[in-house]
């Protein structure tokens, strides 16, 4: 009792202490204290949603026209995202047994809408199309396998249209293909920001050695355009009017990540991803040794000396394994791991390169973002290493940030709408009738030369849609304004369900003509993991191949808070 009692003592006579040093008027220091507040960053834990989460791996990318969204996938498929599916559009790569086949299955990365609703898509591997998202017709309007300035591009990256219909696009590599992309870290940069003239069909490079350049975008009126550096930490800016056009300066340095996607943000100026956070403490391996050229060749002959045993295995007898080996080590799947940190964030610039706000995330969840898009008062994040979608609504990441139109990018676009028909049965059962559709390949040069034009017909038979009902669920978000340095807030998944999607098209004959090439292209089965073993099979043997896009429903987690 005695112990106790002396504790009682002394904590009486440390509160008697602190109540005079606080009240006794006259001691100094001499300040002003009074009550005052502050607002923090929002923290709303109910407003992301997660969609399609496991169905789908790496939407690296979105466009979207009259507020119908689009993105790429892994596996190559360019996909349309409706409210509970996926549907596939269009591939440009050819049938592959799973994502470490990435070189020939294809991998659309940046995609963008003209004026007119057609859209462009830049495949890393095949080249810049222009695509009918209706009737899902692609046309080859810059070809992988013509040299620019002498050099092939080996990773076609991101894209921007002009209203002349002149391309901006930039190569990130003219030495290592996008498999192989840990080299292009390792290596001198090569990388271009490269204009496509609509009018003469040629390509004209911008900028040389960059260091893997990827987004780019053209300011509103079109005077300038700016394109990321990466491995630079920086934003190029490259003037296309004016006194100095021709010249280019440097937009932003010293960006706090490594750069990736650049968009609009509606207002005239613009939406940077950083998928890695870097600084001083937390550095990207691959960026530590930028100023030691003998350890970059010293690593790059390492990794290529154990790939060597590999290649030759793969090259003499074919299999899954070392394939897969090959398709580790080399690409950028590896290069999640070569950092300390995942830390995301998303800048505002203006269009003279100063930060207007930042949106970040510490939540190990909500990580390596390469695309923040706006489309229909939200914005949808996207993720080359992600297996799902995320979306956050416009009002709570940039609450300062209003758009004037409802739809982010186009104007009105009609669309044919197809004959559907709603059986009786508690499944809702629509089908589409067959739709025709002609590809045309079209390498048109300068008329003092000559053309040549190469058609494939496709003809696609009626996609079977099957959808179940869906009960409608009402969610109540507060939304709290912020500062301009705002948070994201922490992940809760949405449910939600995609529709069976399927496709049965029948072998054609092939005919090969002069002036005419017609080949039935067959669906293949849109695979998502890249864990499982493949299974071969001979292409004349396969009469029919089933795509089946299946959703699996994802519990939706609320914090309930106490007042």
């Known amino acids: 009792m005695g112990y106790i009692k002396s504790i009682g003592t002394v904590l009486i006579y440390i509160g008697f202490f602190l109540a005079v040093i606080t009240f006794l008027p006259g001691l100094p220091p001499e300040a002003e204290y009074s009550e005052y507040s502050i607002k923090f960053p929002s923290r709303n834990e109910n407003e992301i949603e997660i969609l399609f989460s496991g169905e789908i791996k790496g939407p690296e990318d979105f466009a979207s026209f009259n507020g119908e969204i689009y993105t790429g996938i892994c596996g190559g498929y360019v996909v349309k995202i409706e409210e509970n599916r996926i549907k596939p559009i269009v591939k440009f790569g050819q049938k592959c047994d799973g994502l470490w086949q990435e070189k020939k299955c294809g991998r659309p990365l940046g995609l963008k809408f003209n004026d007119k609703g057609e859209l462009f898509v830049a495949d890393a591997y095949y080249g810049i199309f222009k695509v009918n998202v209706n009737t899902r017709q692609y046309v080859n309007v810059v070809n992988s396998s013509e040299p620019i300035d002498g050099k092939i591009t080996k990773i076609f990256n991101a894209l921007d249209i002009a209203k002349n219909g002149d391309i901006y696009w930039t190569d990130s590599s003219t030495d290592f293909y996008l498999h192989d992309g840990i080299y292009s870290f390792l290596a001198n940069p090569s990388g271009r920001l490269i204009r496509y003239n609509a009018a003469t069909k040629k390509n004209e490079v911008l900028i040389k050695n960059l260091g893997f350049p990827n987004g780019v975008l053209l300011s509103d009126d079109e005077s300038f355009v700016i394109v990321g550096s990466t491995l630079n930490l920086k934003i190029l800016k490259y003037n296309l009017k004016g006194p100095k056009a ?22 005239g100026g613009f939406l940077v991803s950083l998928l890695i956070s870097v600084d001083s403490e937390h550095p990207v391996l691959p960026l530590s040794f930028i100023p030691h050229p003998y350890i970059r060749k010293m690593i790059s002959r390492l990794i290529y000396s154990i790939e060597g045993p590999f290649k030759l295995l793969q090259d003499i007898y074919p299999n899954y394994y070392s ?85 982010s990018a186009g104007k009105e676009q009609k669309q044919k709408e197809p004959l559907l028909t709603v ?21 048109t040069k300068p008329p003092s030369k000559s053309t040549i034009k190469a058609q494939t017909k496709q003809e696609l038979n009626s996609d079977t849609i099957t959808s179940k009902p869906t009960s409608q669920s009402t969610t109540t978000s507060t939304t709290t304004t912020s500062k301009p340095t705002s948070s994201l807030p922490k992940a809760s998944t949405k449910e939600v369900k995609k529709d069976n999607l399927k496709k049965t098209e029948k072998d054609n004959p092939t005919e090969i003509q002069k002036d005419k090439f017609k080949s039935q292209i067959k669906s293949e089965t849109l695979k998502i993991t890249n864990e499982a073993r493949p299974k071969t099979k001979s292409d004349d043997s396969v009469k029919k191949d089933t795509q089946s896009i299946k959703s699996k429903p994802v519990k939706e987690n609320e914090d309930k808070t106490k007042k």
């Open 246 to 267: 021709g010249q280019q300066e440097i937009f932003i340095e010293g960006l706090p990540g490594l750069c990736d996607n650049i968009h609009s943000d509606g207002q």
């Open 423 to 443: 059986s009786a049965t508690p499944n809702v059962k629509v089908e589409e009738k067959p739709i025709k559709s002609t590809i045309k390949q079209d390498t």
């Open 323 to 407: 394939e897969r080996v090959l398709y580790t080590i080399g690409s950028f799947e590896v290069g999640k791991y070569l950092t300390m940190k995942t830390d995301t964030m998303i800048l505002r610039l203006d269009k003279t390169g100063k930060i207007l706000s930042i949106l970040y995330s510490e939540n190990g969840d909500i990580s390596q973002i390469s695309s923040a898009h706006i489309n229909d008062g939200y914005l949808w994040l996207g993720s080359p290493w992600n297996d799902n979608i995320m979306r956050i609504p416009l009002k709570q990441a940039f609450p300062d940030l209003t758009i004037s139109t409802k739809f």
